[in-house]
DNA sequence: CCTTGACCTTCCCGTGACTGGAACCTCTAT
DNA sequence: ATAGAGGTTCCAGTCACGGGAAGGTCAAGG
């Protein structure tokens, strides 16, 4: 397969593949003319990659969970706490964002939005 | 006020604050000495902006919101279409979250998170 | 007057995870 | 022979800063 190929299967694109290779997390076999040969494992792998980094997992922490995936002496602990860990920095940021949406709601609901030119958000960022 | 003042006062690092003059969001004048030297109005812009930046704004949207705080003749809806248009990113960003989330919760859950190598987490990644 | 230490300055590099674009090579079909 | 679609590498840019180097300035103490 070349790379466009793999880049079909797995949904991501030709550069990300790229820089998945620069970066070492796959190694895929070259042709003669220079081109890079996708093997199943490589689209297997970079197939697990995509659906790492779509629950929002660090490069780092793909790295390392496509490590733990290869070792069969790995323990489940292991693994399970990446994911806590990178569960808990979901959670956090969501707090941070429903405290963001929760305050904006309220401006935006509070701001006439009309031609004239007073306004609470204004107001409320200039602590006025 | 030299910068380490007016950091204090904004919650603002000096490197953030060099970074808003240099980006042209402040125009602190020059003490002769070549000394940053900051009015109450270059205090109270860079609280203006820290605050709007805690909301979650691009610089670009704080560059926008200042225009408009500093224009008396704006229109209230100009101000409320960039909150808005901020609202829906960040709800946006909330629901690709949640959805992580929810996904994460579930595989942590399933994973015994003991030293056998069996890991459901492992298993919904590589789609086995 | 000299030194010390805190403060200030500019400048450059690095971050994360790519994306865009340039310049160039290779393959396939006409 | 040529055109077009693919492939390659390398460089620069994104966003909003933060770290650190190299050097100038200021106030206090000896």
Same mark, same amino acid.
């Given at each position: 397969?070349?790379?466009?190929?793999v880049?079909?299967?797995?949904g991501?694109?030709?550069?990300?593949?790229?820089?998945?290779?620069?970066?070492?997390l796959?190694?895929?076999?070259?042709?003669?003319?220079?081109?890079?040969?996708?093997?199943?494992?490589?689209?297997?792998?970079?197939?697990?990659?995509?659906? &790492?980094?779509?629950?929002?997992?660090? #490069? @780092? +922490?793909?790295r390392?969970? *496509?490590a733990?995936?290869? =070792?069969?002496?790995?323990?489940?602990?292991?693994?399970?706490?990446? &994911?806590q860990?990178?569960?808990?920095? #979901? @959670? +956090?940021?969501?707090?941070? *964002?429903?405290?963001?949406? =929760?305050?904006?709601?309220?401006?935006?609901?509070?701001?006439?939005?009309?031609?004239?030119?007073?306004c609470? #958000?204004?107001?409320d960022?200039?602590?006025?």
């Amino acid at each position: 397969m070349n790379i466009s190929d793999v880049a079909k299967r797995t949904g991501l694109p030709p550069k990300t593949i790229r820089y998945y290779e620069d970066i070492g997390l796959i190694r895929p076999a070259r042709d003669t003319n220079g081109y890079r040969r996708f093997q199943e494992t490589d689209a297997h792998k970079l197939a697990f990659l995509g659906r &790492a980094r779509a629950l929002g997992f660090s #490069i @780092e +922490d793909c790295r390392t969970l *496509l490590a733990l995936y290869e =070792d069969e002496t790995r323990a489940s602990a292991d693994v399970k706490r990446v &994911a806590q860990d990178h569960l808990k920095q #979901i @959670e +956090d940021k969501l707090a941070q *964002l429903e405290s963001m949406r =929760d305050t904006l709601t309220h401006l935006v609901h509070e701001c006439a939005g009309d031609s004239r030119p007073d306004c609470p #958000i204004l107001k409320d960022l200039a602590r006025e």
